[in-house]
């Protein structure tokens, strides 16, 4: 390469993004890239007046924090680029970087020595030339340097920068100070330190780098292919962008000239209508008129006569003009004409959906009645349509549209009658409590006062309790957990501190007891009737499991489970357990052998008491944060129901969990001392307290075929029975 090719080539090398002239002072920033100092800093104080604290390297766009001194002098050097900018210092003659190595006159150098590794000023060159021992060597000028010669400079030996040692190269590397040194250092400043020849390091170094090079290189190509991956998408996204977007176009234009066909269409229709009605106007106004013309004349025929006042005329016309008079007043009178009432509305945005009707259906005079029904019970509503007289009447062009949502802002399925005689009849079914929206439109008009309230109102009502304190039959200490059979209706009662489980009969009777020996923390009927008992965790993470009548089959271990506390049972048979020693919670397998899922609630290190799924989700309370969190079916958090407090939808140590037919969620509200009813989306709709609960329910099961609930007291030792009660309650929207 020519030497100037190669000192352009090096320029470019040398050259400060910032500043875009040759590098003063490099310094490094840790992302590799260099700058002059002065660039740097000066970039740091621009940053500082705008009150930030880091600057963004202007290559790659990585934050540094700016030095509190303000410069970046602490900042490594680039021993390339420092190498670099000697050489070009040199060629430019704008700065003398080197002096002469040979004599302390400090001239500037002019040669440089290729075996003696030095630069000599143009005395010592002479003398260098003059002596035998060095007349041979290979000196070049500075103005003469050759493409090579700028090479060899480059990589010329690095001399020692210690006094009266820099003439030594930097032959050995120190193990222990992890510095560079000469021959004079190893013996001066680092004896009996471990020294290495600088070229072996240096082999072991470019071992290293090679091998973090070879990782990079594999990088590059992981994200080169992402990019390409992304670059294809992005094309991709495009043309379904521009060709959506053309479709849109067309379409449009279609739309565009299919309303102009409709809005001919319907321009004909107003035109034909309006002749119609002008003919039928018109034919009542010129009979109105004839007879009016013909009252008048027999009028004015009788008014002469009697001005005139001719006794034969009078005598001789009188019968006639009585006769016509009579004929005129007691003919019939035909009646007025009343016009249709005629509406045009748009059933949906941008669709040719709209409808011309005629109709005498007048909606501001039009009425719907409410019928009273129980919950998950069909329920009615009855429109009536009217004329602008108050009178019922029908039209089978009407339209009318009824839709009723649920608390949750959900579409009930209806289905509507017609009685073809101005009565429809709406029919739905509310699935769960709550103010429901019933919403009439005829003919595209509001019903008066749509939307309606329609209010679902779910109650337990209390019918009786069993259990007491004590170790006898039917007697508890500190109930645990309660279960209910889907089979048989039978009743467990973790009897904690009697170490059993006691069964009941779905009407509270004893019926016998399974002793254990430890203290149970949970009970669950398996679908197929079997009970399965969790028992003092950190004793034995273990299940036992025993038919319905209370004989052992076997034991079940699961050694992902650490310190479990509650089990239920899905629909699928899966076991969702609550495992307070991570926090977490597991789902076995309806054998309990293999772990399906294990998850937890983010940023929560509170224990979960009770988890409950139903509909694709996971319920679980969690006492210590006073809420219930949801979990999507693989775990993935969602949100919270309820917070702290005693307010509606607020807790105090929520623990057990239960959803009824209705899909609402039951929570046992343990210090509040009630229970409070959710829909599975969180919202409060009602809450049940009182006398029963001055002792704290902790547990819930339900039996589903019943509609019984049954709740646990922890402190009184007792069951508490409720029995399901539905009232429906409209508010009256008779018009």
């Not at 319907?266 to 106007?281: G, S, T, V, W």
């Not at 699935?431 to 209010?455: D, E, M």
């Amino acid at each position: 390469m020519d030497v100037q090719q190669l000192l352009k080539s090096l320029k470019n090398e040398a050259e400060c993004p910032l500043c875009l002239d040759t590098l003063k002072n490099p310094k490094t920033l840790p992302c590799l890239h260099s700058f002059c100092l002065e660039c740097l800093d000066k970039l740091a104080n621009v940053a500082r007046r705008q009150l930030q604290t880091t600057i963004k390297c202007p290559v790659c766009q990585t934050s540094f924090p700016i030095p509190d001194t303000g410069t970046f002098t602490y900042l490594p050097s680039s021993f390339h680029l420092n190498r670099l900018v000697d050489i070009l210092a040199l060629e430019d003659r704008i700065a003398q970087a080197q002096i002469c190595d040979s004599c302390d006159e400090n001239n500037p150098a002019t040669s440089y020595c290729f075996v003696c590794q030095s630069f000599m000023c143009a005395s010592c060159l002479q003398s260098h030339q003059r002596l035998k021992a060095t007349r041979a060597h290979r000196n070049v000028l500075m103005d003469n340097l050759q493409a090579q010669d700028v090479q060899e400079l480059i990589n010329r030996p690095v001399m020692c920068s210690q006094e009266y040692h820099t003439d030594q190269p930097l032959e050995f590397y120190c193990e222990d100070c992890k510095v560079l040194a000469c021959h004079k250092c190893s013996v001066v400043s680092h004896n009996r330190h471990r020294m290495t020849d600088t070229q072996k390091v240096a082999q072991e170094q470019k071992i290293q780098l090679k091998d973090a090079m070879s990782k990079v290189r594999a990088e590059i190509l992981v994200y080169e292919n992402e990019i390409k991956k992304q670059t294809e998408l992005k094309d991709k996204d495009i043309t379904d962008i521009f060709n959506a977007e053309k479709k849109m176009t067309n379409t449009v234009e279609e739309w565009i000239r299919d309303l102009r066909e409709h809005e001919k269409k319907m321009k004909d229709k107003f035109r034909d209508i309006y002749q119609a009605e002008k003919k039928k106007h018109s034919e009542r106004l010129e009979r109105f008129e004839l007879i009016t013309n013909q009252l008048r004349s027999c009028l004015e025929r009788g008014q002469r006569i009697l001005e005139r006042n001719i006794s034969v005329e009078m005598l001789q016309t009188n019968p006639a003009v009585l006769e016509r008079l009579d004929d005129l007043l007691n003919a019939t009178k035909p009646d007025v004409y009343k016009s249709p009432q005629l509406y045009y509305f748009v059933e949906k945005e941008l669709d040719i959906l709209d409808r011309l009707i005629v109709t005498q259906t007048d909606p501001s005079m039009c009425l719907a009645e409410g019928h009273d029904s129980e919950k998950s019970k069909e329920s009615n509503v009855v429109v009536v349509t009217r004329d602008s007289e108050g009178l019922q009447c029908y039209k089978q062009d009407d339209q009318i549209k009824v839709s009723v949502l649920s608390p949750e802002g959900d579409h009930l399925k209806t289905e509507l009658k017609d009685s073809k005689d101005g009565k429809y009849t709406v029919t739905f079914t509310p699935q769960c409590a709550g103010q429901h929206k019933v919403q009439i439109r005829i003919n595209g008009q509001p019903l008066p006062g749509s939307p309606f309230v329609v209010h679902v109102q779910h109650h337990y009502q209390f019918i009786s309790k069993f259990g007491s304190s004590g170790n006898g039959a039917g007697e508890f200490e500190h109930i645990y957990d309660i279960s209910v059979s889907a089979k048989t209706g039978k009743v467990a009662v973790a009897d904690h501190y009697n170490k059993g489980i006691q069964l009941f009969s779905s009407d509270g009777k004893f019926q016998r007891k399974v002793q254990l020996d430890s203290e149970p923390y949970s009970v669950a009927f398996t679908h197929c009737g079997d009970l399965l008992t969790l028992i003092t965790p950190k004793r034995n993470n273990k299940f036992h499991l025993f038919s319905e009548d209370g004989q052992f089959i076997n034991n079940i271990n699961n050694k992902h489970l650490k310190n479990p506390k509650h089990v239920c049972v899905t629909r699928d048979g899966l076991l969702p357990i609550t495992d307070d020693a991570d926090n977490q919670i597991k789902v076995l397998s309806p054998d309990g052998s293999e772990l399906i899922q294990s998850f937890g609630a983010p940023d929560c290190d509170k224990e979960p008491k009770c988890a409950v799924y139903h509909q694709e989700r996971f319920f679980v309370s969690y006492p210590m944060a006073n809420c219930i969190k949801v979990f999507d079916k693989i775990g993935v958090y969602i949100h919270d129901i309820g917070s702290e407090g005693s307010n509606d939808g607020q807790f105090l140590c929520p623990v057990g969990l239960v959803i009824d037919k209705y899909n609402q969620l039951i929570v046992c509200d343990v210090n509040n001392r009630r229970l409070q009813v959710f829909t599975l989306g969180g919202k409060f709709l009602s809450k049940l307290q009182g006398q029963w609960f001055d002792d704290s329910p902790w547990h819930a099961a339900i039996n589903l075929n019943y509609d019984t609930l049954f709740v646990s007291s922890f402190w009184g030792n007792c069951i508490y029975v409720f029995h399901e009660s539905s009232l429906k309650e409209s508010a009256p929207f008779y018009k």
